[in-house]
Nanobody
Framework: QVQLVESGGGLVQAGGSLRLSCAAS????????MGWYRQAPGKEREFVAA????????YYADSVKGRFTISRDNAKNTVYLQMNSLKPDDTAIYYC???????????WGQGTQVTVSS
């Protein structure tokens, strides 16, 4: 059974930093793209960042470019999201996702709350 467990969310003041982690278990994830999405109250879920399975360049939503950094540790089946210079608009539930590039599998974490106070 595949599980994605997120951690690292919390309450932070504007300008602060947080680091989210998402650890997966249950199978091998070497050929999975990893990413993060977020959903703010009353809004649709939106893409934040992704990192390819093959070591290619990460890519980001325009709203977080230059402030957020995604990384992965394949040995630990873990993806990270370093969030700096946080803004109140970054307040949302953040979800990690693992997507199989060779098949239909697509897994989501349970979400972790990030709240940025002004």
């Amino acid at each position: 059974q595949v599980q994605l467990v997120e951690s690292g969310g919390g309450l932070v003041q504007a300008g602060g930093s947080l680091r989210l982690s998402c650890a997966a278990s249950g199978r091998t994830f070497s050929s999975y793209d990893m990413g993060w999405y977020r959903q703010a109250p009353g809004k649709e879920r939106e893409f934040v960042a992704a990192i390819p399975w093959n070591g290619g360049s990460a890519y980001y939503a325009d709203s977080v470019k230059g402030r957020f950094t995604i990384s992965r540790d394949n040995a630990k089946n873990t993806v990270y999201l370093q969030m700096n210079s946080l803004k109140p608009d970054d307040t949302a539930i953040y979800y990690c996702t693992f997507k199989d590039v060779h098949g239909p599998y697509h897994y989501w974490g349970q979400g972790t709350q990030v709240t940025v106070s002004s």
